[in-house]
């Protein structure tokens, strides 16, 4: 029996690999990528560590070539999802009592494999089945994945050391328990790091964990599922169960055994998952944690001293990076009068230059939405502002299902703070512009503040120092992310805990150890060494 103290040292964030023309890595790549594009996959359910073909099957398609099938994916029926939460129930003994340096060690370990032997093969199926370019591939599916395996064992290791102080003839200990039962984990289309993260770090932490991935992304899920698998899962520690939403939460919402959930997704549909727990709260066999990042309508406050160019540099990476499909993504800006000449002209001469297609062409910067549902939904947007007399088209505006779901990246100036197109989340790459006098500055914050129900992420940008300090005051509560002279996206793993407040979720921060603490449950021992005999205190004599 190993009775050491195990030691994790600090991790070190995962370099960005360049990919540059001419590398042996590019090269690699590109033939990974060429395997995905000339095959087909069959993508079973993993409950229980088995596999699981129940003959209603859905595709995964290409969403830049949406014609081409990569994969075929059997989803659950009320039968299965019944099994995952037999098995999580059944796995949770033995898993719950292993050591946390054991635990720790399998993810560990899958960080390792995914930087190291398959590194492209993960890059490739990102750029597949996601459609993002071979950058956003690596900082999303390699880099950030493999920084929360390696800072969330990291942070269980702080977490653990944090013991009581103990009293003469006493000795406290604080017991850092699962909670009792399983964790729901719903995880979103747009980032494979966050597919990967939220059933993962309850899993860590001793619980065990029924996945449901977006069914636009089953494809890189499954593969995340087979890398964990590889790296020593135990069999029913992480069921892996695609489906129908409203069924699967039917059953597991209500089921008395619900723990947690861990989501990340659309507002209405976080919402709607906490008025069923509310309606079942009597129900359940302790009250079930809820974590939870939804939508965003995240902003750039530009003052007049800032930089026209650096400006403009983060609103086309900010707003149109991955097709603004981020969370994160820049989708409203305020930009004052005096600088609106050049930031305007400058938009529209670095788009000029903006390549849109395929992503294994590498000089592409712009890539497909996910899926039809979006692109109609996004070009809804478009449309309606084409048709508004508030609304002015700056660049692109136009969008092409007929092989992929291509949309330009489209920048809109509005004449009112308050239009919809400033206050709704449309999660595609579109750009709403409001232009303000220079002298409303304070006003415009203020308007900022108050316009969107979200409170995700938000960027300033200033020279001016006390310019900076009014905004950090005034706009203190409509980001949990906040950004000075930066785009509003991009937050990595131990350096900016990601999360915001209002509409936008808990605010409980993936990425440090504010997350891990809500898949725990403490018990305090107190030992008295030597107890009293006599009940009597010495005030009474």
């Not at 209500?254 to 976080?270: D, E, M, Q, V």
Request: proline share 6%; net charge neutral.
């Amino acid at each position: 029996m190993f009775s050491g103290i195990p030691h994790i040292k600090k991790p070190q964030n995962e370099p960005i690999h360049d990919y540059v023309a001419g590398s042996a890595e590019r090269e690699d790549l590109s033939k990974e990528l060429e395997k995905i594009y000339s095959s087909q996959i069959e993508i079973p359910l993993i409950i229980g560590g088995k596999e699981i073909f129940t003959g209603k099957t859905s595709k995964c398609v290409l969403p830049h070539d949406h014609k081409k099938v990569i994969g075929i994916y059997h989803e659950a029926t009320e039968k299965e999802i019944e099994l995952a939460v037999s098995e999580a129930k059944k796995a949770w003994k033995s898993w719950s009592e292993i050591s946390w340096d054991e635990r720790a060690a399998i993810f560990m370990k899958a960080a390792d494999i995914l930087t190291g032997p398959k590194r492209n093969f993960f890059n490739a199926v990102a750029m597949a089945d996601l459609s993002k370019s071979v950058f956003q591939a690596e900082i999303d599916i390699v880099c950030e994945l493999a920084d929360f395996f390696r800072f969330n064992a990291y942070f269980m290791q702080e977490i653990i050391s944090t013991q009581p102080e103990s009293a003469p003839g006493t000795f406290n200990k604080l017991d850092y328990r699962p909670l009792e039962g399983f964790v729901f984990a719903v995880t979103p289309f747009n980032f494979a790091s966050i597919a990967g993260n939220l059933p993962t770090s309850p899993a860590m932490l001793g619980n065990t964990v029924i996945w449901k991935p977006a069914s636009s992304a089953v494809y890189s899920s499954y593969q995340l599922m087979k890398l964990l698998v590889e790296a020593g899962l135990p069999e029913g520690v992480i069921n892996f169960v695609p489906g129908p939403g409203r069924t699967m939460g039917e059953i597991i919402l209500k089921n008395p055994n619900l723990a947690g959930i861990h989501f990340t997704g659309s507002t209405p549909t976080f919402q709607s998952m906490w008025k069923t727990v509310g309606d079942n709260i009597a129900s359940y066999r302790s009250y079930p944690r809820i974590v939870g990042e939804t939508g965003g309508k995240d902003f750039v406050f530009v003052h007049k001293s800032s930089d026209a160019q650096e400006v403009v540099t983060a609103l086309i990476r900010g707003a149109f990076e991955f097709q603004g499909q981020k969370c994160s993504a820049a989708s409203r800006a305020y930009i004052p009068a005096s600088l609106w000449t050049d930031v305007k002209a400058g938009l529209i001469k670095d788009l000029s230059r903006v390549k849109m297609g395929d992503p294994k062409d590498f000089t592409n910067f712009v890539n497909a939405v996910i899926d039809e549902s979006s692109f109609n939904k996004i070009m809804e947007y478009v449309n309606r502002a084409k048709e508004d007399s508030e609304c002015t088209i700056i660049s692109g505006g136009k969008g092409d299902s007929s092989k992929g779901y291509f949309i330009e990246p489209t920048v809109v100036e509005v004449s009112n703070p308050g239009h919809l197109l400033m206050n709704e989340e449309i999660f595609g790459p579109v750009l709403t512009i409001f232009v303000y006098q220079d002298d409303h500055y304070v006003q415009t914050l203020e308007i900022c503040d108050q316009t969107s129900p979200y409170a995700l992420t938000g960027s300033i940008f200033a020279k001016d120092k006390e310019a900076r300090l009014t905004a950090v005051s005034k706009l203190r509560h409509c980001a949990g992310n906040f950004y000075i002279n930066d785009k509003p996206t991009g937050a990595v793993v131990n350096q900016q805990p990601f999360g915001g407040g209002r509409a936008s979720g808990t605010n409980d921060k993936a990425g440090s150890t504010y997350n891990l603490t809500r898949w725990i449950s403490l018990r305090n021992i107190k030992e008295n060494f030597v107890p009293p005999r006599n009940f009597e205190y010495p005030f009474m004599k």
